[in-house]
């Protein structure tokens, strides 16, 4: 989409985007949708790294619905939850009216629908900026492999970022939106996010609707959050968050207050020990770069001198766990959910891609 300079002042100054923040600022009458947007567009235009972005909403697009949720909740105490608040797509997750690429531009198709999880946004006041880079077809955990660019870590330009959902983190970690929608089957929200120094919630399978997600595996893909601290994923989650019927891994809401009563940790004053296990000293070894073996013997030194215990850790069980993820049909999957363009557009020299799962 062109990209037009409004008319009018910019107030790209100082605005915090964090969603307390704005909801705070909205209430207080501090600041407007419009200067949030003025503010984002203008930090997009001056930061350097122009590979976040493979779709940008048009800023008159922005502006347009930024006034219209001013003129729609004029009352400071009605405001919905993610009112105002400025947010990115990773594209691979449809938008009606908008491309939906993975990064292949090849693959790209105009979707005629939105994702149920991104239409809760709209509901819930939020503003629509872009759909983020990613790598091609959601497979990598680098971010580097993408015909769009290689979007840089925020901390330090000479790193990737992590992907797969690359420029989704970056564009949280850069401040150029609230909060980003984002993808993880094996790692693909996590890894950016603790890159760029940010919280990736992966929730529950079936928590959070999967429809109009193209899938890289349906049976472990999630619709996740990236955001910039652990509260914030709390109050995103609960906007995102819905059972829907037409997603055959949604799980009910009963089901889910099952999982939620599950204790997670020892209440406090509880006699149960916490427990922890490590693996085998060989796999920190051969895994860990001098550097980091370092700052984890920080770490156990200053674990060691908690209340929690050490166990034995037996860590075969998670070392075939390891194995299957990429050992199995989740390969298979990923094959399965692109075969159409795969016959169509050929398939890579000297291989045969499998005609029905293992």
Partial sequence: MTQHKPEGPSNATLIDLSIEHLRESYRQKAVTTSDVIRTVYDRIANYSDKAVWITLVDQCVALNRARELSQQYPEA????????????????????????????????????????VVQRIL????????????????????????????????????????????????????HL???????????????PAALNGLVGLKPTLGTISTVGLVPACKTADCITVIVPTVDTAGCTLGALQSYDEDDVYALEPWEL??????????????????????????????????HYASLFSRFMAALSK????????????????????????????????????????????GYTFPTSLP
């Fill in 123 to 174: 509901d819930a006041g939020g503003i629509l900026i872009g759909k983020t880079n990613l790598d091609q077809f959601a497979t990598g955990l680098n971010g580097t492999r993408s015909p769009y660019g290689m979007p840089r870590c925020v901390r330090d330009q000479d790193y990737t970022s992590g992907g797969s959902s690359s420029g989704a983190a970056v564009s949280v970690g850069a």
């Fill in 177 to 191: 939106v609230s909060f980003a929608v984002a993808t993880d089957t094996a790692g693909s929200t996590r890894v």
């Fill in 306 to 349: 908690t209340e929690m215990l050490q166990s034995v850790l037996d860590y075969t069980p998670f070392d075939q766990t390891n194995a299957m993820l990429y050992g199995s049909s989740i390969v298979s999957q990923r094959i399965v959910a692109f075969k159409d363009y795969l016959d169509t557009h050929g398939k890579y020299k």
């Fill in 257 to 290: 207050n099952c999982l939620a009563q599950q204790p997670s940790w020892p209440p406090s004053g509880s006699a149960t020990s916490v427990r922890y296990g490590l693996p085998p000293q060989s796999l920190i070894d051969s895994s860990l770069s001098p």
């Fill in 77 to 116: 105490d009605t405001l919905p939850d993610l009112y105002g608040t400025p947010f990115s797509v990773k594209d691979s997750v449809d938008i009606a009216d908008m491309p939906t690429t993975l990064a292949c531009p090849s693959y790209a198709y105009t979707a005629t629908t939105t994702a149920p």
